[in-house]
């Protein structure tokens, strides 16, 4: 799975001269927590947060009153507050890796790019949604944690195990295990009971962590 596929193709965007009290009114309209920041020629030259127009506003405790503070904001556009380092991928970036990269940088969206243009963005909103394809948070069935040994060939005797007892594996992750040796396993299965897939385990792993019906 690649960005391109899970991005947000034209995403809402602002120039750099927007008020910041326009920029706050189109997240709220939208429902979203940042805004691409585009010159005139379509070129990505910055970002802005929520977070941005939050430093930017006076602190309550200020001693402006209402007028003077919304005369001020009315006067202070995005690009006085935007973040002008920016940290972006491709459409052809595998997904995992876009997370890592926000996951590295502490950031919660990114912006696409096709050369110097923006044609996307994608966002954590975005990766959770794959998150829960991938357990199939959304279908029912078994779902069970297992650890296994760290060896060729191991999950592959689980799931020809499932199969010869007519399960159907509809969502499979693997992560890390306890040591070196073994590695943490979680899936899904339709049309097996608890106790049937428990015995048809059994045999193949180092131990069942956790199986429930979700």
């Known amino acids: 799975m690649v960005v391109g ?16 009290t326009d920029a706050r009114k189109i997240m709220q309209r939208e429902k979203i927590h940042r805004l691409p920041v585009v010159d005139r020629h379509g070129k990505l030259v910055g970002i802005v947060t929520e977070k941005d127009l939050l430093y930017a506003s006076p602190s309550p405790i200020s001693s402006l009153d209402i007028y003077e503070v919304s005369h001020l904001l009315s006067k202070l556009t995005v690009d006085k507050v935007m973040s002008k380092k920016l940290v972006t991928v491709t459409a052809d970036t ?46 029912q069935g078994i779902r069970a944690t297992i650890l296994i040994p760290e060896r060729p060939g191991a999950l592959a005797e689980v799931a020809q195990a499932i199969r010869d007892r007519g399960g159907d594996i509809i969502s499979l992750g693997t992560f890390l295990g306890e040591d070196p040796s073994n590695a943490y396993c979680i899936f899904k299965v339709q049309n097996m009971t608890k106790e049937d897939l428990t ?13 429930r019906e979700a």
């Open 94 to 139: 595998p997904v995992e890796d876009a997370a890592r990269v926000m996951i590295d940088n502490n950031i919660g969206g990114l912006p696409v790019l096709k050369e110097s243009l923006m044609i996307g963005i994608i966002t954590e909103s975005d990766l959770l949604k794959i998150f829960i394809e991938l357990f199939g948070a959304r279908r």
């Open 5 to 20: 596929k899970r991005m947000t193709p034209n995403p809402v965007t602002v120039d750099p001269s927007t008020p910041v």
């Open 199 to 211: 015995a048809c385990l059994a045999p193949h792993v180092e131990k069942i962590t956790d199986l």
